[in-house]
């Protein structure tokens, strides 16, 4: 089964930047399509942003778009979410996700806090 580490969450003053982390084991990811979801308090779980298996098509939550950036790097088998000018709604735990589509997410994270201060 494979494994995903999320890391970089922390603690942040509004406007601040934040780079998380998340690295796979057990399973290379090159096949995989590679997402970001987060689960504020009270909250559902909503996506963030996603990557196609190929690299070649990138989505982001509209609010996050401008602000985010998701990479993936096949080499280390890992994927990054670059979050800049966080605000305080963007408080949540960060769960990084992995499956066979974009819309079918097999594997997930621990998750990675994440809190913006105002």
């Known amino acids: 089964q494979v494994q995903l580490l999320e890391s970089g969450g922390g603690l942040v003053q509004a406007g601040g930047s934040l780079r998380l982390s998340c690295a796979a084991s057990g399973r290379t990811v090159d096949k995989y399509a590679m997402g970001w979801f987060r689960q504020a308090p009270g909250k559902e779980r909503e996506f963030v942003a996603a990557?196609?298996?190929?690299?070649?098509?990138?989505y982001y939550k509209d609010s996050v778009k401008g602000r985010f950036t998701l990479s993936r790097d096949n080499a280390k088998n890992t994927v990054y979410l670059q979050m800049n000018g966080l605000k305080p709604e963007d408080t949540a735990v960060y769960y990084c996700?992995?499956?066979?589509?974009?819309?079918?997410?097999?594997?997930w994270g621990q998750g990675t806090q994440v809190t913006v201060s105002s």
């Open positions: 996700a992995i499956g066979g589509g974009i819309t079918t997410m097999d594997y």
């Open positions: 990557v196609t298996s190929d690299g070649t098509n990138i």
